[in-house]
């Protein structure tokens, strides 16, 4: 088993940043890939960004891209999610998540993640 707790989440200005923090329990962490997944009022689950078990390869979906950063810390059991130059529209509940999977190529599938974070509302507006 794995936990994950998800904060950081808050309300900031167009244009401003954030940054979200994941803390893992349970079972290594640095077995997992982690990722963050976000969902807004009414939309489905979308894919935000993934770290390979190392924190060496990273996938970004092309909405975030140059905006959002993943990164990992395996001695504190923590990924982050670093946010700027925010977008109403990335207005979401974000959770992270995390995979067995090491294959950036698969990190955009949910279906693949074990384990959810409890979420946390990030609100940009405009």
């Known amino acids: 088993q794995v936990q994950l707790v998800d904060s950081g989440g808050g309300l900031v200005q167009t244009g401003g940043s954030l940054r979200l923090s994941c803390a893992a329990s349970?079972?290594?962490?640095?077995?997992?890939?982690m990722g963050w997944f976000r969902q807004a009022p009414g939309k489905g689950r979308e894919f935000v960004a993934a770290?390979?078990?190392?924190?060496?390869?990273?996938n970004v979906a092309d909405s975030v891209k140059g905006r959002f950063t993943i990164s990992r810390d395996n001695a504190k059991n923590t990924v982050y999610l670093q946010m700027d130059s925010l977008k109403p529209e990335d207005t979401a509940v974000y959770y992270c998540?995390?995979?067995?999977?090491?294959?950036?190529?698969?990190?955009?599938?949910?279906?693949?993640?074990?384990?959810w974070g409890q979420g946390t509302q990030v609100t940009v507006s405009s």
């Open positions: 770290i390979s078990r190392t924190g060496g390869s990273t």
């Open positions: 998540a995390a995979t067995p999977q090491n294959y950036p190529a698969l990190w955009g599938s949910r279906i693949l993640y074990d384990y």
């Open positions: 349970g079972r290594t962490f640095s077995t997992y890939a």
